[in-house]
């Protein structure tokens, strides 16, 4: 029998969404400064946001909907940011590798948000 998670940072998605956050961080502060308000600015809240709603959704499980919602918020987020991979490849501030390894790591955390949210009644109070 596995022991019930009590936090959202126990959650791999979690820690999952959150290292790429950070990796986001890290490379983008070899971005253009003109591009700081625009796309630095966009892929670094976008990735965010995806652990954000993450842990906000965990804390309201008791509310089905509610943390249906925020899953969903979530998987908004991490293609949002996949969105911004790509224009981060195209403008030549990120090479294909690390495009590739980020990419792979949000389609893997949109995975787990979906299955989280088609099987919502497993993390209900």
């Known amino acids: 029998?596995?022991?019930?998670?009590?936090?959202?940072?126990e959650l791999k998605v979690f820690q999952?969404?959150?290292?790429a956050g950070m990796e986001i961080f890290r490379i983008t502060k070899s971005f253009p400064k003109e591009e700081n308000y625009s796309l630095t600015d966009q892929i670094r809240r976008s990735s965010r946001s995806v652990s954000g709603n993450i842990a906000?959704?965990?804390?309201?499980?008791?509310?089905?909907?509610?943390f249906v919602s925020k899953l969903s918020d979530a998987e908004g987020?991490?293609?949002?940011?996949?969105v911004w991979l790509d224009y981060s490849l195209e403008c030549n501030y990120i090479n294909k590798e690390t495009y590739i390894l980020?990419?792979?790591?949000?389609?893997h955390i949109l995975a787990m948000l979906m299955n989280m949210s088609n099987k919502s009644e497993n993390w209900a109070y």
């Open 16 to 19: 999952l969404s959150f290292e």
């Open 56 to 66: 906000e959704g965990f804390r309201k499980k008791r509310y089905p909907k509610v």
């Open 77 to 82: 987020e991490a293609a949002e940011t996949q």
């Open 102 to 107: 980020l990419n792979d790591k949000y389609d």
């Open 1 to 9: 029998m596995t022991e019930k998670i009590k936090t959202h940072r």
